[in-house]
């Protein structure tokens, strides 16, 4: 069973880079999309991006100036860096896989069926 | 961007009885394969987001069958036959059509 755990410090301070890691387990990074997405009282939950083989990205255009995803595959890893960090970025943090569901009449759709449990970042001072 | 609306946003439930949410998309999220691109979530404070509908109405293996999901083109709807204590949670509707992927406000589901 695929399980995903967001790491990375729990407090940042305005204008810092937050810097997250997750840590995939029971299963490889290869052949998956993978999403970041994040939740917070004031926007509930807001899609940060996707990263497919570290080949393949797309960013949310709100964020894309400030973000960058990665992915280790060596490690089993996904990381996301969020720069130049506000208030507004307080959220809980998700990694997520992309499953695939195949068509009946051939290709693919893709769901986030694989969550972790997500890590809290504040930003202050 | 796609804006996904939900309504109620909260939701007192009696557990035995059914429940509905509704989410509306501000374009169509039929793609061209004949499937409509919508999902459904459900958040608990401390636990793994769920999976609990794609393309409207396919329930993934291990949610239980008394959720189902409805709804083409512009409108959707996630129902629960009866709700159980356990639902008690945010779900939140997602289009899968476009990046960016964008979700409803929530609904706030909680026991009377």
């Known amino acids: 069973q695929v399980r995903l755990q967001e790491s990375g410090p729990g407090l940042v301070k305005p204008s810092e880079t937050l810097s997250l890691i997750c840590t995939v387990s029971?299963?490889?990074?290869?052949?998956?999309?993978w999403s970041w997405v994040r939740q917070s009282p004031e926007k509930g939950l807001e899609w940060i991006a996707y990263i497919y083989n570290s080949v393949t990205t797309n960013y949310n255009p709100s964020l894309k100036s400030r973000v960058a995803i990665s992915v280790d595959a060596s490690k089993n890893q996904l990381s996301l860096k969020l720069s130049s960090v506000t208030a507004a970025d307080t959220a809980v943090y998700y990694c997520?896989?992309?499953?695939?569901?195949?068509?009946?009449?051939?290709?693919?759709?893709?769901?986030?069926?694989?969550w972790g449990k997500g890590t809290t970042v504040t930003v202050s001072s | 961007d796609i804006v996904m609306t939900q309504s109620p946003l909260s939701l007192p439930v009696t557990p035995g009885e059914p429940a509905s949410i509704s989410c509306r998309s501000s374009q169509s999220l039929l793609h061209r394969n004949g499937y409509n691109y919508l999902e459904w979530y459900l958040l608990k404070p401390g636990q793994t987001p769920q999976l609990l509908i794609y393309m409207s109405s396919n329930r993934p293996s291990g949610v239980p069958d008394r959720f189902s999901g409805s709804g083409s083109g512009t409108d959707f709807t996630l129902k629960i036959s009866r709700v159980e204590a356990e639902d008690v949670g945010v779900y939140y509707c997602m289009q899968a059509l476009q990046t960016p992927r964008t979700f409803g406000q929530g609904t706030n589901v909680e026991i009377k």
């Open positions: 997520a896989r992309h499953g695939a569901v195949s068509l009946p009449q051939g290709g693919y759709y893709y769901n986030m069926d694989v």
């Open positions: 029971g299963g490889s990074t290869r052949g998956y999309y």
